[in-house]
Nanobody, 123 residues
Framework: EVRMVESGGHSVQAGGSLRLSCIAS????????MGWYRQAPGNECELVAG???????VYVDSVKGRFTISREVSAAMVYLQMNNVKPEDTAVYYC?????????????????WGQGTQVTVSS
């Protein structure tokens, strides 16, 4: 059974930093593509950042230069370093696996395998 356990979210002021963590299980992590998605109230689930099994990355334009995704294969963990956060980054953040041959931009990745972690940015 695929399972993700996200952590690290909390309340922070604009301009601050957070580091989100995700422990993945139930599938072959080392050759899987992993992503962080987020969903704010009233909004669709959206990709924030993705990292392929070869280490290449993709980011939504709004977080480029501020967020960094990374992975620790031996521990089956994925991280999201969030710097210079903005109020519009407020959302529940979810860790997800992108199956091979699928697009990063599917909108049904939030809340499928884990509870997510809440990030709240105040101005």
């Amino acid at each position: 059974e695929v399972r993700m356990v996200e952590s690290g979210g909390h309340s922070v002021q604009a301009g601050g930093s957070l580091r989100l963590s995700c422990i993945a299980s139930g599938f072959t992590f080392h050759n899987s593509d992993m992503g962080w998605y987020r969903q704010a109230p009233g909004n669709e689930c959206e990709l924030v950042a993705g990292i392929n099994s070869d280490g290449t990355t993709v980011y939504v334009d709004s977080v480029k230069g501020r967020f960094t995704i990374s992975r620790e294969v031996s521990a089956a963990m994925v991280y999201l370093q969030m710097n210079n956060v903005k109020p519009e980054d407020t959302a529940v953040y979810y860790c997800a696996v992108k199956w091979k041959g699928r697009t990063w931009y599917e909108t049904d990745k939030c809340g499928v395998w884990g509870q997510g972690t809440q990030v709240t940015v105040s101005s």
